[in-house]
């Protein structure tokens, strides 16, 4: 290396790395990225298979029954629309989990249209109601990406 | 009278700030003979107020006094006094008022003991700190005033969030925003520097403390956040790669970064412009740590407050922030001369590939932490979790740790490749009689895992290699610091691995005196028993737990609940042993005298903690030992 062209060649490194991370960024979360689905989002674009996503909305009251085994429970997300959509989820469910009680859950969807919740998201409080279904922020849309 | 008390002694403090900024400044243009010795002064009355401001915050905590709005919220008669004295900082304005006060008292610091600067330069730099304490002043006064009164007096408090009520609390943030705030007086020193055009070894060496210090409490503020989680949290995990983990994640990644190069330039008058660049990138990457935490962005513990104005606030005070300082530096970068120049086969090449690195986990790490945030704001939500950050950055971390075996062990300015390789045959050896091992033993390990255990193993012995034929008690302390930093990586590397690797999981639905197995332990369920604790309620299990015919013991985890606010907590109990611990949790009971046990058994998971530990004590090592060096300045630096 030449001693004049030193910053260069380093400002030039730089700027390839960032690129890089950008360029490597934008490939890796076109794949891994978890979109969120309502399940009048799944009703209008049809099933997101093949990747792992996020549904939100209400637990149908009454739908909730556990498996013999005694750790895999089922349950429906319901949301302001027709639609609704089945879960089973194998776990412990977080401690506000309940009927009638906001929900949002990450896993993937079978072909069926059965939903494999791999985990039951405990980040919310009592209070928290997903956007759709919260007056107060009636107007904020989950529109998802990925189609 | 407390509260209007400490209100006036905040209003006083942002005054002194403000005089301390345009004192500085005019100082500077050489206008007022006095403003410039009246700077340093200023700065540490400043810090005498916000102290005490924070003093009462906290007496107004000890006696819940609850005609303070912030009282009333967020503490309650009945807490343990622990969590009242901690809850002073458990909530937004509480934190914020902390911030503020460490900056102070950091500046505070640098007026009293800091010699070796010029004395234009220590003006500057002291005026920088004057200014990056007014945008928080007026965030405290305007936007989140801790002190304000509530009327009526409500009859008791709303108490504090049960999942903040530990231990941790009283520890974790004011540990990280140390590390914010150290890096924030670091970035001063490189405004102060660029001002009077400064920029070289001297300052390097004044500002190198300051890197240290704030690196090592991120570092201790981030393990013991992660410890935290673990077990707080009761899901088993010791990171989740969420927003606000990344906020703590991102400054460290840009000060080990600015740590390195700050040592190129201290000792080799190397790296200039690229230390002060890196300085303005890490004391942005503090404030967007701020941001991501305080603006209520995010929905989580550690959001306190969900207020768009603060939002905007502190958005408004971001921009200016990072604007001004990336500005400053695209004006005077120019003046910056170039340092001196070094072979890319050197232990500078091998520092700039480290920092190359860290700035690409760096990029990564924010990009997935940004990006949801950015699609949320046009109206589509999405999520990115440990997918997306274990494929991105999990690669790019094991050639950064191979960069980090291979960097102590080459020499300044020039070395040969043919001789870092016979330096650096035990470690490759090692690396892989260890993957043989693990090939053998231990089929079918995932890539990511089975290259991180190898590389530990190697690793651990490369930054042994520096000690290797020295006069151990002759070796400077900042020689120690470095390899037991750098070995602190190798166990904590190891850790993760493992715990990747080899964890074992059960899920049961457990009568009582039924037994289940995981890993190397027999657990029988006992007994579920209601319990009652000073502001909660609780089952909790009775599990006997033996490993083969050892003697048996007893944990009881439990699942509480709080009164005020009224939630539901697991309290994991964990049996540590020294190749690794036992987690177990209880989940619900079905109404039918069966209850849900989480059990798990992590080999070696504690070398996680044990290794971000032991990466600390280097970092105050080092710390020690340059301070300590540069009390005798004439003694030659032949290392570093």
Same mark, same amino acid.
């Given at each position: 290396v030449k001693r004049k062209n030193q910053r260069l060649t380093l400002l030039l490194l730089a700027i390839a790395a960032v690129l890089g991370a950008v360029l490597l960024a934008m490939s890796a979360l076109k794949d891994q990225a978890a979109y969120f689905y309502a399940p009048a989002d799944v009703a209008r674009d049809g099933l997101p298979l093949e990747r792992s996503v996020r549904i939100g909305g209400m637990v149908k009251p009454g739908s909730l029954r556990r498996e013999p085994d005694g750790v895999t429970i089922h349950f429906t997300v319901t949301d302001e629309s027709p639609h609704s959509i089945r879960v089973r989820f194998r776990g412990i469910p977080p401690d506000l989990f309940r009927e009638a009680s906001g929900v949002v859950a990450e896993g993937r969807f079978e072909r069926g249209g059965l939903f494999i919740a791999t985990e039951i998201l405990a980040k919310h409080d009592e209070n928290y109601m997903p956007p759709r279904l919260d007056p107060k922020k009636g107007e904020h849309k989950s529109e998802s990406l990925g189609k | 009278m407390i509260a209007e008390a400490g209100l006036a002694a905040l209003w006083l403090a942002a005054a002194l700030s403000l005089l301390q900024?345009? /004192? &500085?400044?005019?100082?500077?243009?050489?206008?007022?003979? &006095?403003?410039?010795?009246?700077?340093?002064?200023?700065?540490?009355?400043?810090?005498?107020?916000?102290? %005490?401001? #924070?003093?009462?915050?906290?007496? %107004?905590?000890?006696?819940?006094?609850? @005609?303070?709005?912030?009282?009333?919220?967020? @503490?309650?008669?009945?807490?343990?006094?622990?969590?009242?004295? =901690?809850?002073?900082?458990g909530n937004h304005e509480g934190s914020m008022l902390l911030w503020v006060t460490v900056l102070a008292v950091a500046g505070a610091a640098v007026a009293l003991f800091e010699r070796r600067l010029p004395e234009r330069t220590l003006i500057a730099t002291l005026a920088a700190q004057a200014a990056i304490?007014?945008?928080?002043? =007026? #965030?405290? !006064?305007?936007?989140?005033?801790?002190?304000?009164?509530?009327?009526?007096?409500?009859?008791?408090?709303? &108490?504090?969030?049960? !999942?903040?009520?530990?231990? /941790?609390?009283? #520890?974790?943030?004011?540990?990280?925003?140390?590390?914010?705030?150290?890096?924030?007086?670091?970035?001063?020193?490189?405004?102060?520097? !660029?001002?009077?055009?400064?920029?070289?070894?001297?300052?390097?060496?004044?500002?190198?403390?300051?890197?240290?210090?704030? *690196?090592?409490?991120?570092?201790?503020?981030?393990? =013991?956040?992660?410890? *935290?989680?673990?077990?707080?949290?009761?899901?088993?995990?010791? *990171?989740?790669?969420?927003?606000?983990?990344?906020?703590?994640?991102?400054?460290?990644l840009a000060a080990t970064a600015l740590l390195h190069s700050v040592t190129v330039l201290a000792t080799r008058d190397g790296l200039r412009a690229w230390t002060i660049m890196l300085a303005v990138v890490a004391f942005s990457m503090s404030m967007v740590g701020t941001f991501l935490v305080r603006s209520g962005?995010?929905?989580?513990?550690?959001?306190?407050?969900?207020?768009?104005?603060?939002?905007?606030?502190?958005?408004?005070? !971001?921009?200016?922030?990072?604007?001004?300082?990336?500005?400053?530096? &695209?004006?005077?970068? /120019?003046?910056?001369?170039?340092?001196?120049?070094?072979?890319?086969?050197s232990r500078e090449g091998a520092l700039v590939v480290n920092n190359l690195l860290l700035c690409v986990i760096l990029a990564l790490v924010f990009i997935g932490t940004i990006y949801p945030l950015i699609t949320e704001a046009l109206g589509y939500k999405l999520s990115i979790g440990p997918p997306y950050f274990n494929l991105v950055t999990g690669p790019i971390a094991l050639a950064l740790v191979?960069?980090?075996?291979?960097?102590?062990?080459?020499?300044?300015?020039?070395?040969?490749?043919?001789?870092?390789a016979r330096r650096l045959a035990v470690p490759i050896l090692i690396v892989a009689a260890a993957l043989l091992a693990l090939l053998l033993l231990a089929p079918g390990m995932r890539l990511l895992p089975l290259f991180g255990l190898m590389l530990a193993l190697g690793v651990g012995a490369a930054s042994l290699a520096p000690l290797w034929k020295r006069n151990l008690r002759r070796t400077p302390l900042f020689i120690w610091g470095m390899a037991i930093s750098h070995l602190g990586i190798a166990v904590s590397l190891a850790g993760m691995a493992c715990e990747a690797a080899f964890s074992r999981e059960l899920l049961v639905a457990a009568r009582p005196g039924e037994t289940a197995r995981v890993g190397p332990y027999a657990i029988r369920f006992d007994a579920a028993d209601p319990i009652a604790g000073p502001n909660w309620t609780a089952i909790e299990a009775k599990l006997t737990v033996s490993r083969g015919g050892g003697e048996p013991f007893v944990l009881r985890p439990q699942a509480r609940m709080f009164n005020s606010p009224p939630t539901e907590t697991s309290e994991a109990a964990i049996a540590t042993r020294l190749d690794g611990q036992l987690y177990t949790v209880i989940g619900?009971?079905?109404?039918a005298g069966r209850w849900q046990l989480r059990l798990w058994w992590k080999p070696f998971v504690t070398l996680i903690w044990f290794g971000g530990g032991l990466v600390a004590l280097g970092g105050i090592l080092a710390l020690i030992g340059r301070l300590r060096r540069e009390r005798r300045p004439r003694l030659e630096e032949a290392w570093a």
């Open positions: - | 900024l345009f /004192g &500085g400044i005019a100082a500077l243009r050489g206008e007022g003979e &006095g403003m410039a010795r009246l700077v340093r002064p200023l700065a540490i009355v400043q810090a005498g107020l916000v102290a %005490l401001a #924070f003093l009462l915050l906290i007496q %107004l905590f000890l006696r819940t006094d609850l @005609s303070v709005a912030l009282v009333a919220a967020n @503490s309650h008669s009945m807490k343990p006094w622990l969590y009242k004295f =901690a809850g002073a900082w304490g007014l945008g928080f002043y =007026a #965030f405290l !006064l305007f936007a989140s005033n801790p002190f304000e009164r509530l009327s009526p007096v409500p009859i008791d408090g709303q &108490g504090l969030n049960p !999942l903040l009520q530990d231990p /941790g609390l009283a #520890f974790h943030p004011p540990t990280l925003y140390f590390g914010y705030v150290g890096i924030s007086v670091a970035f001063s020193f490189a405004v102060g520097a !660029l001002v009077t055009r400064d920029v070289g070894p001297a300052f390097a060496r004044a500002m190198r403390p300051w890197v240290l210090a704030a *690196w090592v409490f991120l570092t201790l503020g981030i393990t =013991a956040g992660s410890y *935290w989680a673990y077990y707080e949290l009761g899901w088993g995990g010791w *990171w989740f790669w969420d927003p606000v983990e990344n906020a703590s994640l991102m400054p460290w962005i995010l929905t989580s513990v550690h959001a306190f407050a969900v207020d768009p104005q603060r939002g905007t606030f502190i958005l408004v005070l !971001l921009a200016l922030y990072i604007g001004g300082a990336l500005t400053l530096f &695209g004006l005077r970068v /120019g003046t910056v001369k170039e340092g001196s120049t070094f072979e890319p086969v191979i960069a980090m075996a291979t960097g102590p062990l080459l020499r300044w300015r020039r070395d040969r490749l043919k001789e870092v619900k009971g079905d109404g």
